[in-house]
């Protein structure tokens, strides 16, 4: 790859609680996964994010969740497709409104926590977002898991897609993210997890948590705003690809 995106989930605080440093990543990452409100983040400080994200050329998605603000949307839930249809719709409209504020615009929607997963592997729940995603914007670009069934159905439905790898996520041999609550599902060592998307640059392949190489297909790499040393491994990501000339750029 000569370029490849790199993005982060941001406008997570909500009032007094912080969650994560965006104005840092801002300077790092080339696309934002914006909160919006359903499992983190309030107006004014998604307001405030989306506005910096505009200041340096960061482009901008709506991370819809499921309505769950106290589990921080990794609960799984089981909403009828007409909720699920309405509340992506929702979030969608809310971050146009404010990107609209802010002088940008929402390019992508990455459903995040138990929705992403979920939607991986349930048909029901990924047709709802996906139909939502059409009915708010079609030329909206669908982000999720690489190789995953979604990415299909959206492809068939006439959604752009985009897949994505995550930095500092461990991977299942069955190309899944190891669950939270297992060891090794969050990688910390910001050296390792740089060398680790280099490999995956040049070669296309990603090492699981039980040695299989996994062959991968993305056009976008993920570090999580909320790990912790989240800003020092989009750094050590961005730094190692451009000492070997591959360039950060958005997708959309």
């Given at each position: 790859?000569?370029?490849?995106?790199?993005?982060?989930?941001?406008?997570?605080?909500?009032?007094?609680?912080?969650?994560?440093?965006?104005?840092?990543?801002?300077?790092?990452?080339?696309?934002?996964?914006?909160?919006?409100?359903?499992?983190?983040?309030?107006?004014?400080?998604?307001?405030?994010?989306?506005?910096?994200?505009?200041?340096?050329?960061?482009?901008?998605?709506?991370?819809?969740?499921?309505?769950?603000?106290?589990?921080?949307?990794?609960?799984?839930?089981?909403?009828?497709?007409?909720?699920?249809?309405?509340?992506?719709?929702?979030?969608?409209?809310?971050?146009?409104?404010?990107?609209?504020?802010?002088?940008?615009?929402?390019?992508?929607?990455?459903?995040?926590?138990?929705?992403?997963?979920?939607?991986?592997?349930?048909?029901?729940?990924?047709?709802?977002?996906?139909?939502?995603?059409?009915?708010?914007?079609?030329?909206?670009?669908?982000?999720?898991?690489?190789?995953?069934?979604?990415?299909?159905?959206?492809?068939?439905?006439?959604?752009?897609?985009?897949?994505?790898?995550?930095?500092?996520?461990?991977?299942?041999?069955?190309?899944?993210?190891?669950?939270?609550?297992?060891?090794?599902?969050?990688?910390?060592?910001?050296?390792?997890?740089?060398?680790?998307?280099?490999?995956?640059v040049r070669t296309g392949s990603l090492t699981a948590n039980d040695g299989t190489e996994l062959r991968i297909a993305a056009?976008?790499?993920?570090?999580?705003?909320?790990?912790?040393?989240?800003?020092?491994?989009?750094?050590?990501?961005?730094?190692?690809?451009?000492?070997?000339?591959?360039?950060?750029?958005?997708?959309?």
């Open positions: 790859m000569a370029s490849v995106d790199l993005n982060s989930d941001l406008g997570e605080s909500y009032g007094a609680w912080t969650m994560g440093d965006d104005a840092a990543m801002l300077g790092v990452v080339s696309s934002a996964n914006i909160a919006c409100g359903f499992h983190a983040g309030d107006p004014a400080g998604i307001l405030k994010t989306v506005r910096n994200a505009a200041a340096h050329h960061v482009a901008i998605g709506a991370h819809v969740s499921y309505p769950d603000r106290a589990g921080f949307g990794r609960r799984d839930m089981d909403v009828t497709s007409e909720d699920l249809i309405g509340d992506v719709i929702y979030q969608i409209g809310a971050l146009q409104g404010i990107a609209k504020a802010a002088g940008t615009e929402v390019r992508y929607v990455k459903p995040h926590g138990a929705l992403y997963n979920h939607i991986t592997n349930h048909e029901r729940q990924a047709m709802a977002v996906i139909k939502a995603v059409k009915l708010a914007d079609p030329a909206l670009v669908l982000m999720g898991l690489a190789g995953t069934k979604v990415l299909e159905l959206a492809r068939a439905e006439g959604l752009a897609v985009m897949p994505e790898i995550f930095a500092d996520r461990g991977y299942t041999p069955q190309g899944l993210l190891v669950p939270r609550r297992d060891l090794g599902a969050v990688l910390h060592d910001a050296d390792q997890v740089a060398e680790r998307m280099l490999k995956f056009g976008s790499i993920c570090v999580h705003g909320d790990s912790p040393g989240a800003v020092a491994m989009a750094k050590a990501i961005r730094l190692r690809f451009e000492a070997e000339g591959i360039a950060i750029k958005p997708f959309a």
